[in-house]
């Protein structure tokens, strides 16, 4: 058991970094591009939130939804033509409107707080279920989101930082360390799991050459042995001539 697990890891090993990058891309491109639809329609239409909670910024926030929209529906449009990755598409798509609900932080009271907190947390559970990148781009959207975060904190005067971490700003932190874990989670087991296919394919493949080089083997025994059959029947039936001859000779000797 151990030994074939061993081969198993060896061959997994052997699985050129280009090929698993590529075949990743493939599937995790479907996710990538389902997030990323969500979020050109879903982002605008939460602006009626931004209407009931601050009725005197909701159509500041809605330009800068609507922007976010045709920003990302832009890269989708053009990702063909300049090779846009999936994954570049979702990080640009995460961080705008991280940014987005960052900067809403310079606009709300208090009494908004932990409506705006829930909407902050259902974008990190959505990126949870989506998103498939390396621990670092992960680490990298939450430290940036981090630090708008605290940045539109600070300008808005009216906000209360103990009012904040209690009506869902600790719950939002949390909710950030497990999306990282989830994302990170689902990444590993995605590349192992494309992995051991490109090995099998790979094992399957050299299998397969192997049979079809010991079929061409076995060809050419068969073929060489028909040739000494032939060969060993016309010496023989050569052999049999001579001797009839001999045969034939010698009773003429007698007669005579």
Not at 6 to 28: C, F, P, R
Request: hydrophobic fraction near 50%; charge should be positive; proline fraction near 1%.
């Amino acid at each position: 058991m151990n030994r074939s697990q061993s081969v198993t890891n060896d061959l997994i090993a052997q699985v050129a970094t280009q090929s698993w990058k590529s075949e990743l891309e493939k599937t995790s491109s479907k996710y990538h591009f389902i997030a990323a639809w969500a979020a050109i329609i879903f982002d605008p239409v939460f602006a009626f939130t931004d209407y009931i909670n601050i009725p005197e910024s909701w159509k500041q926030l809605f330009v800068i939804r609507l922007s976010i929209s045709f920003i990302v529906l832009m890269m989708l449009v053009l990702r063909k033509k300049f090779k846009i990755p999936s994954y570049f598409i979702v990080a640009v798509t995460f961080l705008l409107i991280s940014l987005q609900n960052a900067y809403t932080y310079s606009l709300i009271g208090n009494e908004d707080i932990i409506g705006h907190n829930l909407n902050y947390i259902a974008l990190l559970i959505g990126a949870s279920m989506f998103l498939l990148w390396e621990l670092k781009y992960s680490l990298a959207m939450v430290l940036i989101s981090i630090v708008a975060t605290i940045f539109f904190l600070q300008l808005n005067s009216s906000l209360d930082i103990d009012q904040f971490l209690v009506q869902g700003g600790v719950l939002l932190a949390a909710v950030s360390f497990f999306m990282m874990v989830l994302i990170k989670t689902r990444y590993d087991l995605t590349v192992k799991e494309i992995k051991a296919r490109l090995a099998l394919q790979d094992s399957n493949e050299e299998i397969q050459a192997q049979n079809e080089q010991i079929m061409m083997q076995a060809e050419e025994i068969r073929s060489l042995t028909k040739t000494w059959k032939n060969l060993f029947r016309i010496a023989r039936k050569n052999c049999r001539k001579k001797i009839r001859r001999l045969k034939n000779m010698l009773s003429s000797m007698r007669i005579n």
